[in-house]
């Protein structure tokens, strides 16, 4: 199981990226794959997640209108696009994964310790 995130990089405010988190090993349909930054320093934030298999999505509220999660099947990828870009958004990007079939014990999202697996993170940095 591998998740390898990409896209990260230096944008001024207002700017956008597309986040992508290609997985291998296992098929995302049958997973929730969330979207997770952390700032050195400071608590990891959820940022969005989807379960793949129907569709659901959520984002956190700092977030909310200015990001897109979305599923490339033919690439077994999950994309996240951030528009508006601000400064606050500068951090760590974790692409993480987690069964569909243990969420629907314990709940949509899924905290971000309930994820299986993770990636080795892509950086974003936003200047003003």
């Known amino acids: 199981v591998q998740l390898v995130e990409s896209g990260g990089g230096l944008v001024q405010a207002g700017g956008s990226l597309r986040l992508s988190c290609a997985a291998s090993g296992f098929n995302i349909d049958d997973h929730v794959i969330g979207w997770v930054r952390q700032v050195p320093g400071k608590e990891r934030e959820g940022v969005s997640s989807t379960s793949v298999r129907d569709g659901r999505t959520d984002y956190a509220d700092s977030v909310k209108g200015r990001a897109t999660i979305s599923r490339d099947g033919a690439n077994n990828t999950v994309l996240l696009q951030m528009d508006s870009l601000k400064p606050e958004d500068t951090a760590v990007y974790y692409c993480?994964?987690?069964?569909?079939?243990?969420?629907?014990?314990?709940?949509?999202?899924?905290?971000?310790?309930?994820?299986?697996?993770w990636g080795q993170g892509t950086e974003v940095t936003v200047s003003s």
């Open positions: 993480a994964a987690v069964s569909d079939l243990l969420v629907a014990d314990v709940g949509f999202p899924p905290r971000d310790d309930e994820y299986a697996s």
